[in-house]
């Protein structure tokens, strides 16, 4: 209670000053003491513990900016919001962010959310880099991607991450995407079904990946990391009318980031401590699972291999043109 | 014929306004109409009609059929015989408060995500409002009506279907146009998940990669059958109730 008085009082200052300013629209208008709210769309996963550390630390206080996290459906769900102001931030994989971007929602990228270490494609034990994993039943006779050809794969959602990534594995190993059986199945639906055979191989997300192995499937391939290969893959991105309002507030959101991701990579333990409690997740099933890593920066050749990979399997006609400001700062 | 008119024409205006109106419109949620219509062709005519339409109605009609019948059956046993009364009623209003849409993910579990798992959900997301409604009809047939019954000795299979079934089919067709919407849902809702196949599944992934237009063609199509499914079911209603129709005009007219 003894906080509500300062707090009061500075809600009718901003109110005030609102009042007088005039001309400046609503959404840039800073709170009384020079902070500016940012309201940020998370997905509720692992990778979620930088921005939790970045609120715990203090580094967007330093920044003055204030961040208020809710939880989004999906990411193009949380496109949407960010395109039309509902939201400043949201995350997303960088594959949906080109599929609005081809469409010509007008987005930009602010900072990095996930990714991959540099040279994280040539490790010798994927599934300790890459949190997306491809299972199938321990007997399964599904030695290679190219099997799947014919058979039922489960993903989360259709032309998304999962789908796009495993359909590279198939390509690269001679198979046809084309002939997979895509399935859409939450990630719990999907476990069930491939330990219950009613589908083939199911393509999962930490923690279910680990779960998956838990229960005696095996994992054929870690369709993440050999579709990126390294860079920034998860993204905080805002509408291009967001930047324009709010460009100092996402300055200071980037530094934020960027220092909190330097921090998680550097005290990873702490890290997966918050990651377990986001995703409500024993913490020795987040330990034995993929070690997240936060890239600093976001490179826009990480995000054109993507689009050429896109464009390469057919989930884009063309690669999208990427404008020069894509990436905020830069 | 001039309400008629009226009818028709409001959508009529409404879309000719949202043509002129979106023409130029640069926002990617909100194609201009001309590009949606475009798609629309394209889409559902009739690239994917039977792969995608037919199969999305299929499970509908198959659903609503299922829910249909047993929902008239159950509705005529538990308004007859007391016993199953009492011990069903409870347990309807129970089952009929959970949300349909919310039972998909336990019927995967179930029965798998193939054509079953969808005709399932739509068939007992429908039953209930049928159910509910025969129930209520034949509680409201009157005595002298069953007493003439006696005097006249009609037997049980008779009663039913001469006296019962007609009595009550005012307010059963009242619950299976319910029901028909409710199915319609359904089979929207149960798309969702599974293969992607299904004007719903379609609608889905279009609104999902930022397809707005094949999104926005995806809604008018459910739309219009939703129309069409409405107007056939009327035109059933009218045929089959005509005696109902027509009392209810000369009590008026008296």
């Given at each position: ?250 300055q200071g959101f980037k530094a934020a980031i960027q220092k909190a991701n330097a921090y998680a990579n550097a005290h990873i333990e702490e890290a997966q401590q918050l990651s377990a409690e986001i995703t409500k997740t024993p913490l020795d099933v987040v330990k034995s699972g993929a070690v997240n890593y ?37 | ?254």
């Amino acid at each position: 209670m003894r906080r509500s008085f300062p707090l009061a009082l500075a809600a009718v200052l901003s109110m005030a000053l609102a009042a007088c300013g005039g001309g400046s629209g609503p959404a840039s208008t800073p709170a009384a003491d020079g902070t500016t709210t940012l309201k940020v769309g998370t997905i509720g996963i692992g990778s979620d513990a930088a921005i939790q550390l970045a609120i715990n630390k203090g580094y967007f206080k330093e920044q003055g900016i204030n961040v208020e996290t809710s939880v989004i459906a999906n990411p193009p769900a949380g496109i949407a919001a960010a395109q039309s102001g509902q939201i400043d931030l949201t995350y997303t994989p960088s594959i949906p962010l080109l599929n609005a971007l081809s469409q010509n929602v007008p987005l930009k990228i602010i900072a990095a959310a996930d990714g991959y270490k540099d040279g994280a494609g040539k490790s010798t034990d994927l599934n300790r880099v890459d949190d997306t994993g491809l299972l199938v039943q321990k007997a399964s006779s599904i030695s290679r991607p190219k099997d799947l050809e014919g058979k039922s794969v489960s993903v989360p959602a259709r032309k998304a991450q999962l789908e796009v990534t495993v359909s590279k594995l198939v390509k690269d190993d001679g198979g046809d995407p084309a002939k997979v059986n895509w399935m859409v199945l939450d990630p719990s639906s999907a476990l069930q079904s491939l330990n219950s055979g009613r589908v083939d191989a199911a393509s999962l997300v930490a923690p279910f990946t680990s779960k998956a192995m838990s229960e005696g499937n095996r994992l054929l391939a870690s369709p993440g990391v050999e579709f990126f290969e390294q860079g920034a893959i998860g993204l905080w991105v805002s509408g291009a009318n967001t930047v324009k309002s709010k460009e100092k507030a996402l300055q200071g959101f980037k530094a934020a980031i960027q220092k909190a991701n330097a921090y998680a990579n550097a005290h990873i333990e702490e890290a997966q401590q918050l990651s377990a409690e986001i995703t409500k997740t024993p913490l020795d099933v987040v330990k034995s699972g993929a070690v997240n890593y936060w890239p600093e920066d976001v490179r826009t050749e990480d995000i054109e291999r993507a689009n050429e990979n896109l464009a390469d399997l057919g989930f884009l006609s063309a690669p999208v043109k990427l404008p020069g400001d894509l990436v905020f700062g830069k | 014929m001039r309400n008629w008119l009226i009818g028709a024409g409001a959508p009529v205006l409404l879309l000719v306004a949202w043509w002129f109106l979106s023409e130029s419109s640069l926002d990617p949620f909100f194609p201009p109409l001309r590009t949606i219509v475009g798609r629309f062709q394209e889409l559902w005519l009739f690239e994917h009609f039977q792969s995608d339409v037919l199969l999305s109605l299929g499970n509908l009609f198959l659903g609503f059929a299922i829910a249909a019948f047993a929902g008239i059956a159950i509705g005529f046993v538990t308004a007859l015989v007391p016993p199953v009364r009492w011990m069903v009623d409870p347990l309807i209003h129970f089952l009929r408060g959970i949300p349909p849409v919310a039972l998909v993910p336990i019927f995967i579990s179930l029965i798998g995500f193939g054509t079953q798992m969808r005709v399932t959900s739509i068939a007992l997301a429908a039953l209930f409002p049928t159910m509910i409604a025969t129930v209520d009809g034949i509680r409201g047939v009157g005595n002298d009506l069953m007493d003439v019954a006696r005097v006249y000795r009609l037997t049980r299979r008779e009663r039913v279907l001469n006296i019962l079934l007609p009595a009550a089919a005012p307010q059963i067709f009242s619950g299976l146009q319910v029901s028909l919407q409710v199915a319609f849902i359904v089979m929207i809702a149960s798309e969702m998940l599974g293969s992607s196949q299904g004007i719903g599944a379609m609608t889905l992934l279009a609104q999902q990669s930022f397809m707005t237009a094949d999104m926005w063609a995806g809604i008018l199509l459910l739309g219009v059958i939703g129309f069409l499914v409405n107007v056939l079911f009327s035109l059933l209603r009218r045929k089959v109730l005509s005696w109902y129709i027509g009392s209810r005009r000369m009590a008026r007219a008296a």
